[in-house]
T-cell receptor, first 112, second 114 residues
Framework: DAKTTQPNSMESNEEEPVHLPCNHSTISGTDYIHWYRQLPSQGPEYVIHGLTSNVNNRMASLAIAEDRKSSTLILHRATLRDAAVYYCIPRDGGGGADGLTFGKGTHLIIQP | KAGVTQTPRYLIKTRGQQVTLSCSPISGHRSVSWYQQTPGQGLQFLFEYFSETQRNKGNFPGRFSGRQFSNSRSEMNVSTLELGDSALYLC?????????????FGPGTRLTVL
């Protein structure tokens, strides 16, 4: 499994954009980059995933570096409900599926 | 569509006992995975079931086992409980086995071993 490095915690203000970085320098060419988040007292929740191109959905955007060694999850306008632990998870796209390997993630704090 | 449901939500057991946890995946989902979450170790993968067969297993002792039924519902069993088995046990379902498919998590079962 590719190793990931994420900041332990980040703080942002409500209604401002948030950029959550993830370093995955050992990622393989077939690994998708997935992001999940876990709100307090809930199970993890899928956010977004991508392979090479930048991706957008209703929750967030994912910007993937050209060399794929890092990515950034972008919350365009943070709300208090976005306060959670965010996990960046490379997943092998070579066939079959291993379980998700969660690291320690980034604890995102949103200030009102 | 109903989400992933887990029963029971809370459970208290004593050391040496065994426990069975249940998971109902989202309708149409065929893959069910189980995870253990503790403050010390974080979220760790236990095993995955697809088409009633265990397809993948994490690094846990044989006391942890599971099964999947023909309707994709899954159960996990922990025998000879230890204090360290106290954790939140999470079940996740996905449509198919593929790293392309996202996993949908249930609310978890909080197990306390006394």
């Amino acid at each position: 499994d590719a190793k990931t490095t994420q900041p332990n915690s980040m703080e942002s203000n409500e209604e401002e954009p948030v950029h959550l970085p993830c370093n995955h320098s050992t990622i393989s060419g077939t690994d998708y980059i997935h992001w999940y988040r876990q709100l307090p007292s809930q199970g993890p929740e899928y956010v977004i995933h991508g392979l090479t191109s930048n991706v957008n959905n209703r929750m967030a955007s994912l910007a993937i570096a050209e060399d794929r060694k890092s990515s950034t999850l972008i919350l365009h306008r943070a709300t208090l409900r976005d306060a959670a632990v965010y996990y960046c998870i490379p997943r092998d796209g070579g066939g079959g599926a291993d379980g998700l390997t969660f690291g320690k993630g980034t604890h995102l704090i949103i200030q009102p | 569509k109903a989400g992933v449901t887990q029963t029971p939500r809370y459970l208290i057991k004593t050391r040496g006992q065994q426990v069975t946890l249940s998971c109902s995946p989202i309708s149409g989902h065929r893959s069910v995975s189980w995870y253990q979450q503790t403050p010390g170790q974080g979220l760790q993968f236990l095993f995955e079931y697809f088409s009633e067969t265990q397809r993948n297993k994490g690094n846990f002792p044989g006391r942890f086992s599971g099964r999947q039924f023909s309707n994709s519902r899954s159960e996990m069993n922990v025998s000879t409980l230890e204090l360290g088995d106290s954790a939140l046990y999470l079940c996740a379902s996905s449509l198919l086995r593929s790293s392309y498919n996202e996993q949908f998590f249930g609310p978890g079962t909080r197990l306390t071993v006394l």
